[in-house]
Nanobody
Framework: QVQLVESGGGLVQAGGSLRLSCAAS????????MGWFRQAPGKEREFVGA????????YYADSVKGRFTISRDNAKNTMYLQMNTLKPEDTAVYYC??????????????????WGQGTQVTVSS
């Protein structure tokens, strides 16, 4: 079972930037698509973005498109989420997740089988 550890969260003013990291254990990181999700208090966990195993394709929720960028460094077993122009509505716990081997839909959380513990992102207005 892979272990995923997020880092980089914190408190930032609206309009600011943060970069989240997701470090994965094991030697199979490069074989799987990876995703970022977030969950605000009282809300469902929602898709933020995903990246295919080789980094050749990325996908984003409409709410973050143009502001957030996902990347990965397979040599370091690490995925990143660069978040720019942050808004108060981006406040949430952010989770990274590893996709199932036969994933068919990057946008659905049921397609991911391993999750990190989450990192808090708070954007003040």
């Amino acid at each position: 079972q892979v272990q995923l550890v997020e880092s980089g969260g914190g408190l930032v003013q609206a309009g600011g930037s943060l970069r989240l990291s997701c470090a994965a254990s094991g030697r199979t990181f490069s074989l799987y698509a990876m995703g970022w999700f977030r969950q605000a208090p009282g809300k469902e966990r929602e898709f933020v973005g995903a990246i295919r195993w080789g980094g050749e394709s990325t996908y984003y929720a409409d709410s973050v498109k143009g502001r957030f960028t996902i990347s990965r460094d397979n040599a370091k077993n690490t995925m990143y989420l660069q978040m720019n122009t942050l808004k108060p509505e981006d406040t949430a716990v952010y989770y990274c997740a590893r996709a199932r081997a036969m994933m068919s839909d990057v946008y659905t959380k049921d397609q991911y089988d391993s999750w990190g513990q989450g990192t808090q992102v708070t954007v003040s207005s």
